[in-house]
């Protein structure tokens, strides 16, 4: 299933976000598992298909790196998310101090403005490269975009680690 049919919008990396979300509970109106209570298994079943493949499309198309991993697949390339990063050593070395720095941020008990400063920086670096990210979806520049999409994945991770680390810090102080 090519989830920008389902929703009815442009298979292009740049999407009406409006329309994607008026489309989305146009569908869910129609195929929502609670619409069929009193119907078959059989059709309750597939309408809770439905409706897990409609909140599945949605996501992924509603986020734009999921989406731009998702329509790369639809144009034949398949990425492995879990290692595009270790093909990239250059980035990861040059960025490797993000790791560092959530270190220094715990030995700080995770002041909240120094939180906020790496937070902004790293949001800073991430939409230059959804911006790059962006224009070579446009000049269609397909293999120009992996190593973007391994470097939105890596500040993803950051963040990712950082709020795990917060909530360590947390639990241990409550």
Request: proline share 2%; hydrophobic share 35%.
């Amino acid at each position: 299933m090519n989830y920008f049919t389902l929703f009815d919008i442009p298979i292009k990396f740049k999407i009406n976000k409006e329309l994607l979300s008026k489309n989305f509970y146009k569908l869910q109106l129609q195929s929502h598992p609670d619409l069929f209570i009193n119907e078959s298994d059989l059709t309750k079943t597939i309408a809770l298909e439905k409706s897990i493949e409609i909140n599945k499309g949605y996501k992924i198309l509603k986020n734009s790196l999921s989406r731009a991993i998702y329509l790369l697949s639809l144009y034949g390339f398949k990425l492995k998310t879990e290692t595009i990063l270790l093909k990239n050593n250059s980035f990861l070395k040059k960025y490797f101090s993000l790791y560092e720095d959530i270190d220094n941020l715990k030995k700080n008990n995770f002041n909240g403005k120094k939180v906020h400063f790496f937070l902004k920086k790293i949001e800073k670096k991430s939409k230059h490269y959804k911006t790059m990210m962006e224009t070579e979806f446009e000049n269609k520049n397909y293999e120009e975009i992996i190593p973007i999409i391994a470097k939105l994945l890596f500040f993803k991770k950051i963040k990712i680690n950082l709020k795990k680390e917060q909530d360590i810090y947390l639990r241990k102080t409550n």
